[in-house]
């Protein structure tokens, strides 16, 4: 018997991959949550050798994609009674603005509107858990605003302003998880897992690459920037610290932004719509 059962996106490389591979190695059962099943298999194969444990499975997830995100919360909720973990790992940034199959700006959609999405389809699978949530954010959220005139950025894009504003929404996110769902037993966290040698910087282009080059002699390594997430889904007694945001396993200081409850619960309201109109 496992003594948990943990859902994480973005396992297919650095910090989510390192989450994963630990807390495989505690015996929890690990549902990846992936946009490309190929690399997903291998990361699986790879976790079930290192650990010996067995129960580790692959399931379909494009976060910038609703349908897709929809669609892997019904196998989980037609899979699995209870969620006790879930880490909202995935993240990225783009150097130009895109847009997600639903005609959202890639940064927002890819970093909050799909975690929206997939945390609140799974409330139920959540609160049978009584789970945590924990979600990868960033100290970037400092150089973000919440610019709901221009949520999609299409009046100006700054890969900087959207990645910030992004990770600011993944702070928010979870002191909205905390404060909506901590009467059923739901604890919700965001982190930050320090500067880190992933894949991060692969996807970026001209100065973002640079000013990533420049960090990597002071970068920690994927393990070590999955140490916050993995003390977020383990440790004892974190429930006085419900909707709090980390860094280095401690409770830290977020920017005055990330303290906005008007915006905080704008931006609930906001996603909450989004998703329904993508349905309509
Ligand atoms: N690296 C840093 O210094 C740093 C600092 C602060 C915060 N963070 C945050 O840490 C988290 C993990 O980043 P990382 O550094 O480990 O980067 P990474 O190595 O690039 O890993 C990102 C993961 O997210 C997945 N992903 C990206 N877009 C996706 C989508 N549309 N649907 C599903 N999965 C998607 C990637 O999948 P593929 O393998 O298919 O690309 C990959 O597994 C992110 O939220 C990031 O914002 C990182």
């Not at 990846?32 to 650990?51: D, F, H, M, P, S």
Request: aromatic share 8%; glycine share 8%; hydrophobic share 45%.
């Amino acid at each position: 018997m496992p003594i948990k059962t943990t859902v994480i996106t973005g396992a297919t490389s650095g910090i989510g991959k390192a989450t994963a591979m630990a807390l495989a190695a505690q015996d929890h059962a690990v549902y990846l949550l992936v946009r490309n099943i190929i690399k997903g298999e291998a990361v699986k194969q790879e976790i079930v050798a290192q650990t010996g444990n067995k129960q580790i499975y692959v399931i379909k997830c494009d976060l910038a994609d609703l349908q897709s995100v929809r669609e892997a919360a019904a196998e989980l909720s037609q899979k699995l009674m209870a969620v006790n973990i879930l880490i909202n790992n995935a993240g990225a940034g783009f150097s130009e603005r895109q847009l997600s199959k639903d005609g959202f700006e890639m940064t927002f959609a890819t970093n909050h509107l799909g975690h929206f999405l997939l945390t609140t389809s799974l409330m139920p699978l959540l609160e049978r858990g009584q789970a945590r949530i924990i979600n990868v954010s960033s100290e970037g959220h400092k150089l973000g605003k919440p610019n709901f005139d221009d949520l999609q950025s299409a009046q100006s894009y700054s890969s900087f302003k959207a990645y910030g504003m992004a990770k600011l929404f993944n702070i928010y996110f979870a002191r909205s998880l905390a404060q909506k769902f901590g009467e059923k037993g739901i604890l919700a966290f965001s982190l930050h897992p320090g500067v880190v040698s992933s894949n991060f910087a692969d996807k970026l282009k001209g100065f973002d690459k640079v000013l990533m080059k420049l960090a990597g002699p002071f970068m920690i390594t994927s393990e070590q920037g999955a140490e916050t997430s993995i003390f977020l889904a383990t440790a004892p007694r974190l429930d006085q610290f419900n909707g709090s945001y980390f860094k280095k396993k401690k409770v830290a200081k977020t920017a005055t932004v990330a303290q906005n409850a008007a915006a905080q619960e704008k931006l609930w309201q906001i996603s909450d719509k989004l998703i329904s109109k993508s349905l309509a």
